[in-house]
């Protein structure tokens, strides 16, 4: 692979993607020599390499400008193909029975043998799986036979990619391949849930929390007030990672009315004050509807960015359901940088 490759898009036709599907056989092929694929999952684009190739994983870090003592998640075509990589306990059962294929990141222990390099789980003894249900990462990933480490696919720092444009404004020149498969259907990432101990949310996402309740209780991970500086590649703390997050605007939360310049993200059918003098707005959900917000939560966030606002005024989203994630995001988002 060369220094600097020409990023290839390809669309995957819609209707029955199979492993044989030109795209994916692509795709395939390409991560089989190493190569880095963005490829569509049911929650947002990921930026995958052959987990078990070391260079390549080396590669996907310097290609993101990501931190590489911040680990991957490792995607399988199915649970079966997630054993050999890490220890299930009696609770990792249940939530994977349960919900994979799906918007489900499991923490596991770390079986001795396992094939995933090194790097790809930053020298920790714990490993994140996932088994997505988008038809376009299956297939990629029966094809391949192999586990497949995937971040969002996105430069560090930046919100995560829901189109294959935006996965080419950020890595265009700096991987392989992108797999075009249109908009993610979800729009937001994986719920991350550690089952070492006793099961630990560690990441709000597109599997909403009650929905892991009803199966069984879910402890507070300890650092939940104050999320981990990493989670997500977004800085907690200023200085906590050298700046890579480029949006230029700040985000206001919680906005009962718009100032003058400032762009709005709406959300529902109430108007707000000010509106009128936004320098750009967009609306979340009309309806109100969390499902739709969360699909257009990282698209939105884009869009007014590139407006040129300094400052991008939130409206209060409810925290209900999948709100919770997409408070946890922007309030990642709004918080200060370097
Ligand atoms: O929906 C998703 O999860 C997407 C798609 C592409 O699958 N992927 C994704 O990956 O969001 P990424 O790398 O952007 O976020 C994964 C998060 C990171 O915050 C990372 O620190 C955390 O998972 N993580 C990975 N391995 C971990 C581990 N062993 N223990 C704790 N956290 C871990
Ligand atoms: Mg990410």
New binding site residues.
Partial sequence: MTAQPATQVIRAEQGAITPSTPAVERAAQTLAAGGLVAFP?E?????GVDATNAAAVARLYDAKGRPSF????A?VAETAAARPLARFNQAAERLALAFWPG?M?L?LSKLANCPVAELA??G?D???V?V?SHPIARAILIALGRPVV????NRSGHV?PTTAQHVLADLRGRIELIVDGGPTPMG???T?V?CLDRPVL??P??LPRADIERLLPLTEAPYSAAPPA????IPIAPGALASHYAPQARLRLNARRVEAHEALLAFGPMPVAGAEQAAAALNLSLRGDLIEAAANLFSHLRALDASGAATIAVMPVPRAGLGEAINDRLQRAAAPRP
Avoid: C, K
């Avoid at 990493?230 to 590649?233: F, I, K, P, Q, T």
């Fill in positions: 999952t929650t947002v684009y990921g930026l911040n680990p991957l998640i995607h918007p990141t923490v789980t930053a920790l714990t490993i994140a996932r997505p995937a971040p969002s696919a995560s937001l990432e994986s991350i550690a560690l990441r996402g597109a990493h989670v997500d590649e």
